[in-house]
């Protein structure tokens, strides 16, 4: 119930503190004794709503001031003159090292690639033909092993059968 | 000296000083652009310029004028200005700049450029006094004369 009255009163206290300051400030303004900040805090003042009767007679003033304080030309007011004047350009920007060689890493990557896969490839095609001869020799290698390996016995035989049937 | 770093910054500054003489967006403009102009055919004086700002401001300064003649605005517009003190002030973006535009033009010279220096661009005693010439004690003694006229006359609307 208490807080209920007192908060009001100390938020009205507050803002009369605040009014003075700023009849003071006011004052000092037209003066010509106010600093920059001080300024400022008036054109921000006069930009609330509700404020007092005795003070609304400056809103407009600091108002207009503020808005005007405000006001500029559009984005693209700088471009037009540069054109009329004919120094719209874009200004060269130096270009590294790197990016001037970018081209040539590329060539040079596709010619490594190249290069691996025809090596790859030739590696590839040589090896086979090479175990393909080595495979055949390996071969008949073996044939003659077969053959020297049988006993003497048998070869004889088999001789032997052969000058038989080949009488018969 | 170049247009892009050291003439075109001071574009948004002119078109405020021309806003508070003309009152009107787009002929503010057209004289900010023909000031840029006008700097442009005059390139070959760039270097030899001690204040390039000042400079352009009497440029603009010149253009705005002469355009307000040939606009054949008159400075009485008390209407206007009583109407919007008495009425909402900061609904009426108009209405204030003319009030503004009224109290500022009744100022002799320098007094009008210590305002506009001063309240719309938000200079220091010294960048005022080197703009306009003037020592920081004879800025503070203008601009206490400057507004206790503004004062003067504002109060004198109101009634």
């Known amino acids: 119930m208490q807080c209920s009255i007192v908060f009001p009163l100390v938020t009205r206290i507050n803002k009369m503190m605040d009014y003075k300051y700023i009849e003071q400030l006011i004052d000092r303004y037209f003066e010509g004794e106010t600093t920059l900040e ?24 600091f108002a207009a001031e503020r808005d005007l304080s405000a006001a500029h030309l559009d984005d693209t007011f700088h471009e037009r003159i540069l054109a009329l004047t004919g120094e719209y350009h874009v200004k060269a920007q130096p270009i590294s090292l790197h990016v001037r060689l970018r081209p040539l890493y590329r060539v040079a990557a596709f010619l490594a690639f190249a290069v691996v896969i025809g090596s790859a490839v030739e590696f590839s095609t040589g090896s086979r033909t090479e175990s393909t001869q080595e495979q055949v020799a390996v071969q008949e290698q073996d044939e003659l092993d077969v053959d020297e390996a049988k006993p003497l016995d048998i070869r004889s035989a088999e001789l032997m059968t052969s000058d038989t049937l080949h009488i018969q | 000296m170049d247009l892009r770093t050291d003439i075109l910054p001071h574009s948004d500054r002119l078109y405020r000083l021309a806003l508070s003489i003309l009152m009107d967006a787009t002929e503010s403009e057209d004289v900010v652009q023909d000031t840029m102009l006008k700097a442009w055919e005059r390139r070959a004086e760039w270097d030899s310029i001690e204040n390039i700002q000042a400079w352009l401001t009497q440029i603009c300064k010149n253009l705005a004028l002469d355009r307000k003649k040939k606009m054949g605005r008159t400075e009485t517009m008390d209407d206007h200005a009583v109407a919007t003190i008495t009425t909402t002030p900061s609904g009426d973006t108009d209405g204030q700049l003319a009030l503004l535009h009224q109290l500022i033009a009744e100022l002799p010279p320098p007094l009008d450029d210590l305002i506009r ?21 004879q800025v503070r003694v203008y601009l206490h004369r400057a507004r206790g006229r503004i004062r003067q006359r504002y109060e004198a609307l109101q009634k």
């Open chain 2, 117 to 137: 220096l001063r309240d719309i661009e938000g200079y220091t005693y010294r960048e005022i006094s080197e703009q306009l010439n003037l020592t920081e004690d």
């Open chain 1, 38 to 61: 001080e300024e400022q805090i008036l054109r921000k003042f006069f930009a609330q709503e509700g404020l007092p009767e005795h003070l609304q007679k400056w809103q407009a003033l």
